[in-house]
């Protein structure tokens, strides 16, 4: 079983972790180290069934392309996790497309989840805005969900490719040179990061040079809409972006924000700031007689 091999798994790998800390390497020295990663776990798991997991997101379709190139396609188990009510349905659409015509995975071997029980924005409601030190939506809309599936195929922990890259934050860089490319705490499953030493500018090099099909958002947003409202992404165009093009969305951030009563959608410690500060007050001003417009709307439907 695989969690027996993770010390063989760690051993082997650990020859190739001086390398991955050098952020001066080149794509081509990238892309190799990458394809003999994935050659060493291919090696240790021989027939057992290789999860990827698929966001719709860049780094994600870069290791998913070099998973394909190397490794048995009968093998690879491609998951994608959608969080209810909070996933740009621009995104579902492009994961399906990306996954089951451009990539020709099968059906069976195409993993789709999703929390059907509680929707993003109703736990908000309840549970207050998720924040750096508060990352429960992780939790509840990927990591629990994942782990029942998981037990639910598997006696012992599946190994796991995630598209997660050191130096995107000081804290993943700690993180890795701490325990390498092999993490096995918070997720039930062996988690391995074949792309942790690609930088930014490698995963754009690789997507053009190999000509990969790309959400639309990503040009619209400047995101993939796989979480449309999150702590971290506080860039105002973005925001504006998302008003402009796909109002329903803001309509409905705004609408929790105002059931909420504790707590800030954003959080730069120790201040505290909400969509007001983001967007400026005349324009949220303006959104929230929209959304009273709408709901008056709505409501005078009903009863007639």
Not at 124 to 153: D, E, H, Q, T
Not at 190 to 196: E, F, Q, Y
Not at 261 to 278: C, L, Y
Request: positive net charge.
């Amino acid at each position: 079983m695989i969690l027996l091999k993770v010390s063989d798994i760690l051993n082997d790998l650990r020859k190739h972790e001086e390398l991955v800390l050098r952020d001066t390497m080149s794509l081509g020295d990238s892309i190799k180290l990458t394809l003999k990663i994935l050659m060493t776990l291919q090696k240790f798991v021989k027939d057992e069934p290789i999860y990827i997991m698929f966001s719709g997101g860049k780094d994600s379709l870069v290791l998913l392309d070099l998973c394909i190139r190397v490794l048995p396609r009968e093998q690879l188990k491609v998951v994608y996790i959608e969080v209810k009510d909070n996933t740009h349905e621009e995104n579902v659409g492009y994961v399906y497309s990306t996954v089951r015509h451009y990539y020709e995975i099968s059906r069976e071997n195409f993993v789709h989840l999703c929390n059907t029980k509680l929707g993003f924005y109703e736990a908000v409601a309840k549970w207050g805005w998720p924040g750096p030190r508060r990352k429960w939506c992780m939790n509840v809309f990927k990591r629990l969900v994942l782990m029942k599936y998981f037990k639910s195929k598997h006696n012992d922990k599946p190994l796991v490719l995630v598209g997660t890259k050191i130096l995107d934050s000081k804290r993943r860089l700690k993180r890795f040179s701490r325990n390498g490319i092999v993490t096995d705490k918070f997720w039930w499953n062996i988690a391995v990061s074949p792309i942790a030493h690609f930088t930014d500018q490698h995963v754009h090099e690789y997507i053009t040079r190999y000509n990969l099909p790309m959400c639309k958002l990503y040009q619209e947003l400047g995101e993939s809409g796989n979480c449309v409202y999150c702590p971290f992404v506080m860039r105002r165009e973005y925001y504006l972006q998302l008003y402009r093009l796909y109002p329903h969305w803001i309509y409905k951030i705004i609408a929790t924000e105002l059931k909420v009563r504790k707590g800030s959608p954003f959080i730069i410690s120790p201040k505290r700031i909400g969509f007001k500060d983001i967007l400026g007050e005349d324009l949220y001003n303006k959104i929230l007689c929209e959304i009273e417009h709408n709901s008056s709307h709505v409501l005078c439907r009903r009863s007639s």
